[in-house]
């Protein structure tokens, strides 16, 4: 406060509070999602024209899933039949999602497309979040984030109308989370809403997409080794949860454990002769080599290079992506081994998002030291 002049009191400023500081803007994030979306449109309008307008998922399993949700939606039954329950989809909640927005919005062919684009950005923000603390410039980090979304490939997951990039979403989520607990030292703090949320996340994972299982073993797995038992426990009664709530479904309706594409799709849906048993066996080499899937190789053999003892890395800069890293190879492993790669790259998404992200941070730690 100020005295008046004259009364015999020194005059004093008036200071000002400082004002709390103002949250900043994501700026390359908002840049890198601008880009995406531009460069996705851009392709559905190329196919727009080459198809007179008409718009054309590039596989047929999108309209499976939109010819159950139309049912669900419209009739309550779970099926392409109304009134029949018919477990085709592979993707429960990508199904349940699909229905609620016909349910609310109407019945569109739009609608898949539309929700992939919104995920494809929610994909590039928790990436740019992710990789803040390694890499802290913003324009290199709107360069790489922008860079991982393509090498997914977001923009031909977004075309394909199906669940593979809220997948991605979920799985960053998850395995990004566990990590970061995994990573930290000191006994185990207490679960409660960190458990939940694992637990969650675990769930949705696995009925987002089933082969998530294959990278929720390998998380608990370390959980366990790092003594972390509560996290283990989470992860694996978050995907039990998932398996039990789809069989007391499916079950009783007549349905089989599992959706029929998956039990149809497995690598394991028919071993009764010796021939299958032998490219059972084969099937790693089969798939990385022989059906060059070199992207599997290249991902795989770097992060071995990444995860061999580097002394002068601090620990607390990698531990995190190196637990991931940890992770991804036998996860990448079990589903080469158990389910499949390509079909546009949708099936291995998940695992390219998780495996560039712990790497692109593993190799920001190594050049800043």
Known sequence: SASRPGFGCSRTRRVA???????????????????????????????????????????????IHMTIARNLALHGNWGVTPG????????????LLLAGVYRLAGVSDRAPLVMNVLVSVGVIFVLDHLLRPFIVRGLVRGVVVLAIGLAIPLPALVLTGMEPTLH?????????????????????????????????????????????????????????LRRRPGTACALIAGAAAALAGYMAFALPQGGLWLPNPVLLKSQIADLSTAEAWGRFLVRIPHELVWRRNSHMIALL???????????????????????????????????????????FFRYEAHLVALGLSAMTAVGAALLVT
């Open 17 to 63: 509070a400082p004002s709390p500081a103002s949250p900043r803007l994501p700026w390359p994030a908002i840049a890198a999602a601008a880009a995406l979306v531009l460069l996705t449109l851009a392709v559905v309008g190329d196919g727009l024209r080459f198809s007179g307008g008409l718009l054309v998922y590039t596989i047929d399993d999108p309209y």
């Open 84 to 95: 029949r329950f018919e477990p085709a989809s592979s993707s429960p909640i990508w199904t």
């Open 301 to 343: 053999l770097t992060a071995t290079w990444f995860l061999l003892p580097r002394p002068h890395v601090p620990e607390h800069r990698a531990a995190v992506p190196r637990v991931l890293l940890a992770a991804f190879v036998p996860a990448s492993l079990l589903h080469i081994q158990f389910a499949s790669l390509g079909w």
């Open 168 to 224: 991605v979403l979920l799985t960053l989520l998850l395995a990004w989370t566990v990590a970061a607990r995994l990573a930290a030292t000191g006994p185990e703090p207490p679960a409660g809403a960190f458990a939940i949320s694992i637990g969650a996340l675990s769930t949705l994972c696995v009925l987002t997409r089933f082969e998530s299982l294959f990278l929720i073993g390998p998380l608990a797995l370390t959980a366990l």
